[in-house]
């Protein structure tokens, strides 16, 4: 018999919305073995664990809180290529044939996110279609270099530059003075979608237990990971915690920051109003280094984001500047009620590209994607499953990445990353 877990998530549309039923995640407890032990219930976790079990290994995943509660069940849910980087700072560290590589897998981990979609038939209102819209005339020209680069040297064309009339058919405001449209990206409801994986995973034979932190991982020829009410034993970790790990991993502190990002949702719209907004049903994100990005729920209601903060409080005003974005797009949404704010927490790497890794023999990571991880987290956990069977070489490629740590240690960290946000935000207005 399925038994609801409880979703102890904060409260959130997509918490009110959610269509997908695990079986019951009891607390670990006492001394268990698995061949692999999966930590963090996100996308990354939840396809690590699905893709091992259907290799054959055996599966403990141990979540903190339940299935979904961080990035992964509050995220925009928009699904796209490409990396939360410029691909010219992987080619710069890369070169251009690994540089290619990981664009490649950029794309087919869009396709992966919509084909798990369909062989589990996860009911999270796939739909496609995104606009990376232009807010100035630097981001025109920057937009077209894109489009005709990509062309050019990665053989990437599903983009067409929309302005006018054509993209005020997609969609509807005189804010963006043109905008590249690609099929290739979508959006998805990322709760229902982590749930749909998580849910494919114990059909698989994943054993999940939620409310389950991983207090220590004694490192070994097996690890052993323990949480205040058991432990697993397990040949290799997958470390899938990201933003919301803590020092758990004392290698992996001062490679990501955390940075808060936030949402709303507002009342149904009708018929009319969908058409005078986004009428073909595209996500949008706009140009901006500290962007805003929007897109439809599947019952008409606009999900918008933007805004960051850094010491995890909402910023003031929050809901106010939110309701003047949107009516400043749209004024035909003027006065149009927002149901639910939410945040959530976004794992930034100095470089914005994602952060692979092997710590010893048997500990894989995945984290970072600097908030462009709904697709690349799926890929990364089908990537650390193969690496962990021995087949690593596509791993590698993504791990070969050479990252820093955010300077100034633990109590500079912050500061310095709002200096840096704080110029890219001046930035932004020019
Ligand atoms: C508001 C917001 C909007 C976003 N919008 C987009 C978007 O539109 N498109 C896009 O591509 N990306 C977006 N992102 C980023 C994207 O959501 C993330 O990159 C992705 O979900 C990361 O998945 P994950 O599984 O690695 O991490 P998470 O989903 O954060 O999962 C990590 C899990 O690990 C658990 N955990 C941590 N430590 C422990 C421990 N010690 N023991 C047990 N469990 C632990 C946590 O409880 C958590 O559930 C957004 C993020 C936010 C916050």
Known sequence: MAAATTLDIPASYYRDTVAVVLEACPPLEGDQRADV????????????????????????????REVGFGASGRSGGQILPGLGTDIATVEHALGRERARAIWDMSREAVRLTAGLVERHAIPCDLAWGFLHAAVKPRHVRELQAFQERMARDYDYTDMAWLEGP????????????????????????????????????????????????????QRGQKAKIETDGGSVTADFVVVAGNAYLGGLVPELEGRMMRAANYMVATSPLSEAQVASVLPRNDALADANFVLDYYRLSADRRLIYGGEVSYDGREPRGLRQRMDTKIARLFPVLEGVPIDYRWGGDVAITLNRAPDFGRIG????????YSGHGMALAGLAGQLMSDA????????DLFAAMPHRRFPGGNRLRTPLLVLATTFYKLRDRL
Do not use: K, M
């Open 388 to 395: 962990i069977a021995d087949q690593s070489e596509r791993f």
């Open 361 to 368: 023999h048997n500990l894989y990571y995945a984290q970072g």
């Open 37 to 64: 032990c999966v930590i963090g219930g996100g996308v990354t976790g939840c396809s690590a664990a699905l893709h091992l079990a259907e290799r054959g290994y055996s599966v403990h995943l141990l979540e903190a």
């Open 166 to 217: 054509a993209l005020r058919e997609r969609v509807v405001t005189d804010a963006y003075p043109g905008a590249l449209y690609e099929g290739e990206g979508g959006h998805l409801h990322p709760l229902n979608y982590t749930l749909g994986l998580a849910r494919a995973a114990q059909r698989a034979g994943v054993t999940i237990h939620e409310n389950s932190r991983v207090l220590s991982i």
